[in-house]
């Protein structure tokens, strides 16, 4: 049993972030936070002055950007062609349509898109380097769920880096950990009951890695929720109330995610064992439907 565990919970990234570090400092920590700031300060799309906000009132032409800037653009792009596009951060114009344009928890945030926004169905015109981007000219990216899980990978390599023993990031359903747990066997972290937010359904058993649960249950608006399906630019139509996955990064873990609300369970099942991933599906009758590989994490 490790003694040495310093842990803080504050509100970052439009939700609550916990941090937790096996051997590290209240310093330490407090650099975590201050990251996971910085990230939100640069990718927010509630904000005019941030870096994603910039680039998309920009469209069409060349935008400085910093260089973690740069490496989630990438890893939105990554996200789109392993999910075949059911990822799509080019979604937001629908995403506005059905009625999430305010910040949940900053009142007065509102997103402002550019006159002639709107989705595409490729991201093959971005054109990304380490300090400068040129997205197509009506195209607006949105970090949303892949923000918050690459910031916590972020956060993890950060405080790894810093030297501490291990570390675990949770925000808002986003999990990611690396190193040494508390008990020195392995990280137990909860996945979260769709009908009631204070339970867990199961407990999964991670030595590295994510687990991310995206649900359509929350940040649901007059028009719908926010899970839009790409090929509709609706909310998805789907039983799925949650989707859990554990994979090797909380910004791959977040795309595969999303293929859960739109494709058949059963396929979407089947498929993330293949590509090194697991999942647990809830539907709207309470069922739990299990990957092949969901067992080995128990």
Do not use: H, K
């Given at each position: 049993m490790t003694n040495n565990v310093v842990t803080d919970r504050r509100p970052v990234m439009g939700g609550e972030a916990v941090i937790t570090l096996v051997g590290g400092s209240p310093a330490?920590?407090?650099?975590?936070?201050?990251?996971?700031?910085?990230?939100?300060?640069?990718?927010?799309?509630?904000?005019?002055?941030?870096?994603?906000?910039?680039?998309?009132?920009?469209?069409?032409?060349?935008?400085?950007?910093?260089?973690?800037?740069?490496?989630?653009?990438?890893?939105?792009?990554?996200?789109?062609?392993?999910?075949n596009g059911d990822f799509n951060p080019t979604l937001l114009p629908a995403l506005l349509d059905v009625g999430y344009r305010g910040s949940q928890v900053h009142d007065g945030l509102v997103t402002q898109l550019p006159e002639g926004a709107r989705a595409f169905e490729s991201l093959d015109g971005i054109e990304l380097e380490t300090t400068r981007v040129t997205i197509p000219q009506g195209m607006t990216l949105d970090s949303g769920g892949i923000g918050k899980g690459f910031a916590s990978d972020l956060i993890v390599a950060a405080a790894r880096a810093s030297g501490v023993d291990g570390v675990m990031v949770s925000m808002s359903g986003d999990v990611v950990v690396a190193g040494s747990p508390p008990d020195g066997d392995a990280w137990?972290?909860?996945?979260?009951?769709p009908f009631d937010e204070s339970a867990h359904v199961q407990v999964v058993r991670l030595v590295e890695g994510a687990v991310v649960t995206s649900s359509q249950r929350k940040n649901t608006f007059t028009g719908g929720h926010h899970l839009i399906d790409p090929r509709t630019g609706r909310?998805?139509?789907?039983?799925a109330q949650t989707v859990s996955v554990i994979a090797s990064s909380g910004a791959r873990a977040e795309v595969l995610a999303k293929s859960g609300f739109l494709r058949p369970v059963a396929d979407y099942l089947e498929w993330l064992p293949s590509i090194g991933a697991a999942a647990l599906v809830i539907d709207d009758q309470g069922a739990q439907h299990e990957s092949a590989n969901w067992a080995n994490y128990r």
């Open positions: 330490v920590l407090d650099e975590a936070f201050a990251l996971a700031a910085l990230c939100e300060a640069m990718w927010s799309r509630f904000r005019p002055e941030s870096e994603l906000s910039l680039v998309n009132n920009n469209s069409g032409e060349q935008t400085l950007i910093s260089p973690p800037t740069a490496a989630l653009i990438y890893e939105m792009r990554e996200g789109f062609a392993l999910t137990r972290l909860g996945v979260e009951d909310s998805a139509a789907t039983t």
